[in-house]
Every structure is written in structure tokens, then in C-alpha cells.
């Protein structure tokens, strides 16, 4: 059983341009959560998906936007990409639809932007 | 929103206990998370406590927690040096959002 997967593992980006991640979630689980997670510091709350919805939203500005797929798998997408956005950027799987109180999270995509 | 409020370092002796500390503002979280970081991965799950219970038992791990006082403790028997990583705990609500601080840096020396 594959846990939550996280493409791609590292990403080198120039000031301005987009960016795209993608996680897949664990087997069985239909919510995916991004996070922002700065050097030296502990994850911080993008956005959550669950039905192909974004449900709740971190104080991020919308330059972060997001989708989620029929699959469970979901986008972060990143705009006008800033210096500031250098951070592991972790997704975390769960599953509103059966109670399941458990989080798991992918191994992140490193993005660094010069 | 969330505060979450942990030691930045500590560090035990391979064998001892290690007794990591949490404290956290938001009353209404109902499910209380550790995970454990090591350098350049994502994160670990390690154990969680519902709101309702005051402790809980997992193998080398003891979750403790004091909900008025809104501090939540684990507890690593036996510290190993594998067990040497960050470790965050993250008071989470009903909606499934995760509130972290920014970490205990637990190093294990021989």
C-alpha cells in the first residue's frame, strides 16, 4: 500500500514564474491538505481539498491556488513566484468522508526560487 | 488562530527518557498529533490523543494530556539514537487542519 506520494522531489524556479506540485494521497483517503513548511520552521497551513473543493484556506495570499481530481489527488500551484516562497512544501493525506482521525503526510517537494 | 509553543532543544543520554513538551491555546482541538521530522524528509506520524483522554500508551511512546492547562508531553523510554530528529506536536480540529509550532530539536548523545 503506497503512502502519500509527492512529485516532483525537488524544483529550482526564477523569480516570477508558476509552479505546479502534485500529491497523491494514501489508498483510502479522499482529503488532501498542503503545507508550507520555511526553513528552521514548522508547517504552516495552505489549503485543504476534500470532494473537489478547497474546504479551508491558511492566510496565504491567492497567488496559492489549488485543485483536487475525481482520484483524490490534488495541485498546488504557485504564481509571480517570490524569494520568499523557498520552502519544503508538504501534502498530507486524510479521510473526512469515514471519520479517520489520521494524517499523513508525503516527503515534500523541495522548491528553492532564485 | 493557533499558538503552539515547544522547547527548541533537547538533549538526553542514549538509554534515558526523553520528555518532550507542548503547549497550545486553541481549547477547541480535538485531536492532539506528534510527528517526528528527521533532516530533509517529511513527516512521521509517531501517535495521537483525542481530546477526551488524558493518556496514552504506544510501544517506547507515552502521550500525556492536561487539557486545562492545554499541555501535552511525550514521552520516548529508552531513547535511542535513531530517535535523534525534529519532533513537532500539532493540535488539529474537527475539520482536519493541523496547527504546528516550530519544533523540538531532540539530539541523543552516547
Known amino acids: 500500500d503506497a503512502g502519500v506520494t509527492q512529485s516532483p522531489t525537488h524544483l529550482i524556479k526564477t523569480r516570477g514564474q508558476q509552479v505546479t506540485l502534485r500529491c497523491s494521497p494514501k489508498?483510502?483517503?479522499?482529503?488532501v491538505s498542503w503545507y508550507q513548511q520555511a526553513l528552521g520552521q514548522g508547517p504552516q497551513f495552505i489549503f485543504q481539498?476534500?470532494?473537489?473543493?478547497?474546504?479551508q484556506r491558511g492566510n496565504f495570499p491567492d497567488r496559492f491556488s489549488g485543485h483536487q481530481f475525481p482520484n483524490y489527488s490534488s495541485e498546488l500551484n504557485v504564481n509571480a513566484l517570490l524569494l520568499g516562497d523557498s520552502a519544503l512544501y508538504l501534502c498530507?493525506?486524510?479521510?473526512?468522508?469515514?471519520?479517520?482521525?489520521?494524517?499523513?503526510f508525503g516527503p515534500g517537494t523541495r522548491l528553492t526560487v532564485l | 488562530g493557533e499558538d503552539v509553543e515547544q522547547s527548541l532543544f533537547l538533549s538526553v543520554r542514549e538509554g534515558d527518557s526523553s520528555v518532550i513538551n507542548c503547549t497550545y491555546t486553541?481549547?477547541?482541538?480535538?485531536?492532539l498529533y506528534w510527528y517526528k521530522q528527521e533532516p530533509g524528509a517529511g513527516l512521521q506520524l509517531l501517535t495521537y490523543i483525542f481530546s477526551n483522554m488524558d493518556m496514552k500508551q504506544d510501544q517506547r511512546l507515552t502521550v500525556l494530556l492536561n487539557k486545562k492547562d492545554k499541555h501535552l508531553s511525550l514521552r520516548i523510554a529508552d531513547t535511542q539514537t535513531g530517535d535523534s530528529a525534529i519532533y513537532f506536536c500539532a493540535p488539529g480540529s474537527n475539520d482536519y487542519k493541523l496547527s504546528f509550532g516550530a519544533g523540538t530539536t531532540v539530539t541523543v548523545r552516547a
Open positions: 489508498s483510502g483517503h479522499d482529503t
Open positions: 486553541d481549547s477547541s482541538s480535538t485531536y
Open positions: 481539498y476534500y470532494e473537489e473543493e478547497e474546504r
Open positions: 498530507a493525506s486524510s479521510s473526512r468522508g469515514q471519520g479517520l482521525n489520521e494524517q499523513f
